[in-house]
């Protein structure tokens, strides 16, 4: 199934790194001054983390793919759609884990690259 941000093609092995571990629950407790244990829950709709991973020996990008992320990283407040296997979100950079994207050549002055891809849907 097809994998997309934006208007790149991603490719097929890309990974998500935590799509099986997002639940969409959370909740906070409290202590009453009685001592009572008190559970607000709740769900979450948005802010789903979304990691991206081009492993080695797994996945990996091109220099004219890691160009393409870079570029709309440093789109402050944008969002994109995330097409993923039938699914679409709307998502943006997680520029506040930095580097919201960050990439490293498999070899020096190679045009393949692995590297991990920081969003959260909005």
Same mark, same amino acid.
């Given at each position: ?19 099986? #571990? =997002? ?10 001054? $009685?001592?009572?244990?008190? *559970?607000?829950? &709740? ?29 709309? #990283? =440093? ?10 296997? $039938?699914?679409?979100?709307? *998502?943006?950079? &997680? ?28």
């Amino acid at each position: 199934m097809a994998k997309q941000l934006g208007t790149l093609v991603l490719p097929d092995s890309l990974e998500w790194a935590e799509e099986h #571990a =997002t639940h969409g629950v959370a909740q906070s407790t409290a202590r009453t001054l $009685g001592g009572a244990h008190v *559970v607000f829950p &709740r769900s979450l709709s948005k802010g789903r983390d979304i990691t991206l991973e081009a492993r080695d020996r797994v996945c990996w990008l091109t220099q004219a793919d890691v160009d393409a992320i870079l570029a709309m #990283a =440093t789109q402050a407040g944008s969002t994109f759609a995330l097409i993923w296997e $039938g699914q679409t979100f709307t *998502v943006m950079f &997680r520029h506040e884990e930095s580097p919201a994207a960050a990439f490293e050549p498999l070899f020096p002055h190679g045009d393949q690259y692995i590297g991990r891809i920081k969003l959260v849907s909005v």
